[in-house]
């Protein structure tokens, strides 16, 4: 895989989702969106709180608060 801007070859692996080459150490395939899981770590997602603002896609991180807008979690 070569960079698009400097043309530099990067170490590559392949996503599970459609197969594309996408940067080592990515966290999400960049041509599908799919998450990219370190060797023995699993996709839970259930966990997650959303932003209590209905227009926001962040989520409430450990400090209570969005990691997008800030608003704090309801209740």
């Known amino acids: ?6 043309e530099e070859t990067i170490p590559y692996l ?7 080459k996408i940067p080592e150490g990515s ?5 599908c969106g799919n998450a990219v ?6 996709s839970d997602i259930t966990d997650r709180v959303l ?3 209905g227009s926001c896609i962040g ?4 400090s209570g ?10 209740g």
């Open 14 to 20: 392949l996503c599970e989702g459609c197969g594309e």
């Open 65 to 74: 608060v969005c990691n997008i807008c800030g608003k704090p979690k309801a």
């Open 59 to 62: 989520v409430v991180n450990e």
């Open 37 to 42: 899981l370190s060797k023995g770590e699993e």
């Open 1 to 6: 895989m070569k960079c698009p801007r400097c």
């Open 27 to 31: 966290r999400f395939c960049c041509w």
């Open 51 to 53: 932003c209590p603002d």
